[in-house]
């Protein structure tokens, strides 16, 4: 599940959003705000901005293209015409190699379909900045709580403390959306190493001023992702396309991959692409990042990642986006042996 990375992915962030470790996180508030869901960040959506098809365009290089409104980036038809549930299954079906579970989760904003384990513990304490031209959103820190509710589930809670700074104001601070969510795992194909499962996760506003004062979106979300994890030979891979119901906005629809490999017994490296966006109206923005994972000593892993927007930066494309944090896995074992 989190383990040592290099990662690119998609993503977005927009002032007055958090970022959940997903994810730039994802969450679609307001009007042309979408937060990104574990990993939470701020980002702003323009109409203009490319819509990507992220995971399944990558995946499944097919069908004619279909430009959207005001969009430099097209989408498979394919896409178009199944939607993302059915063509979720498809590329489940024509992915048939063995697998394992794979490099999604922080410090990347795609999930994978990985557990805690029976009653043990997940703890990811991380330093996110999301830095633009002239304005930054900080997670100081971003905390990612997950507990196993046996192999197969895992409880999750997540928030951050929050510095947002923009040029007409001073830097503001305050609390975040609570994150909760429900991880259940259940596709498992032993001899291939092949795994399915679905993540809903509800955002929510705690009782203090974070909204009057521009920190949150003033909207619960509800994101409801399907993650899959495989092997091919020494390269782990793993992908997740999820919807993001916004509760007074515009929802809209999530999609990464993670791809990697081990280099040593404690280091793993990952190449991450991620991408979020809006239905009505559709938007998108994507993002490019690098990270690792190190094993130091039980219970502790290292948590690195760098990256930044595919388009030029702007006050709508972040320049920087990171995590810097650690991982705790409790209570404290041997590192697995992959």
């Known amino acids: ?147 196993g509710l046996g192999d197969l589930i895992q409880l999750t809670f997540e928030n951050a403390w929050l510095r947002v700074v923009n040029p007409s104001s001073t830097p503001k601070y305050g609390l975040g959306q609570d994150q909760l969510g429900v991880k259940w795992r259940f596709y498992e194909n032993e001899e291939s190493g092949f795994a399915i499962s679905v993540f809903p996760q509800l955002s929510v506003n705690n009782p203090d001023d974070s909204v009057a004062r521009g920190i949150t979106p003033r909207s619960a979300s509800l994101i409801i992702p399907v993650e899959f994890s495989k092997k091919l030979g020494p390269i782990d891979l793993n992908w997740e396309v999820g919807y993001n119901y916004v509760h007074t906005g515009a929802s809209g629809w999530l999609a990464g991959v993670v791809v990697g490999r081990d280099l040593s017994k404690n280091l793993e490296v990952d190449a991450e692409f991620y991408g979020l966006g809006t239905y009505h109206p559709a938007n998108g923005q994507q993002t490019i990042e690098g990270g690792l994972r190190y094993k130091i000593h039980p219970p502790f892993i290292l948590l690195l990642m760098a990256g930044r927007s595919v388009q030029p930066s702007s006050n709508e494309q972040p320049h920087f986006v990171g995590y810097f944090g650690l991982q705790f896995l409790l209570p404290p074992k041997p590192f697995a042996k992959d």
């Open 1 to 147: 599940m989190l383990i040592a990375t290099i990662s690119v992915a998609f993503g977005a962030a927009h002032l007055g959003t958090p970022f959940s470790r997903l994810a730039f996180c994802r969450r679609c508030v307001e009007r042309n705000r979408l937060r990104h869901n574990r990993r939470s960040g701020v980002g702003i959506f323009r109409r203009d901005s490319s819509f990507a098809s992220c995971a399944v365009s990558i995946i499944l290089l097919a069908g004619k293209h279909v430009p959207f409104e005001r969009s430099a980036v097209s989408v498979p038809a394919i896409f178009i015409r199944l939607g993302p549930w059915k063509l979720l299954l498809f590329v489940a079906r024509v992915l048939g190699a063995p697998a394992a579970f794979a490099q999604g989760g922080p410090p990347y904003y795609t999930n994978d379909p990985g557990t805690p384990g029976n009653h043990s513990w997940e703890i990811n304490l991380g330093y996110m900045p999301f830095l633009y031209t002239n304005q930054s959103i900080t997670h100081m820190p971003d905390v990612d709580i997950n507990f």
